[in-house]
C-alpha cells in the first residue's frame, strides 16, 4: 500500500512549493511555518527519518490560500 503522507506531501512539494521562489515564500503565503515546508518538502523527497503525517488543518490552509476545497485536491492526487 502506497503511503497517503507520502503522496499529499509529494504533490505539494513538487507541483506547488518548487514552483515558488524560496520555501520561505511559499510559508508565508500559505500561512505557514517555513518548518512546516520542511516537513513536507523531506517527506516528498524520502529524506532520512522524513516521515511527515500533515494534519488536515494544515492541508486546509494550503488549499484556502490556493481557493480550492480539500475535495478538489483529494482529487487532484486521484485519492
Request: with cysteine; proline share 1%; net charge positive.
Amino acid at each position: 500500500m502506497t503511503d497517503i503522507n507520502y503522496i499529499i506531501c509529494s504533490y505539494i512539494y513538487k507541483n506547488w512549493v518548487e514552483t515558488y521562489k524560496s520555501q520561505r515564500s511559499f510559508a508565508l503565503d500559505h500561512n505557514l511555518e517555513e518548518s512546516i515546508v520542511r516537513k513536507i518538502k523531506n517527506t516528498a523527497l524520502k529524506k532520512e527519518k522524513a516521515d511527515y503525517t500533515i494534519p488536515v488543518k494544515t492541508l486546509n490552509k494550503i488549499c484556502e490560500a490556493r481557493n480550492i476545497k480539500l475535495y478538489d485536491f483529494f482529487k487532484l492526487i486521484d485519492l
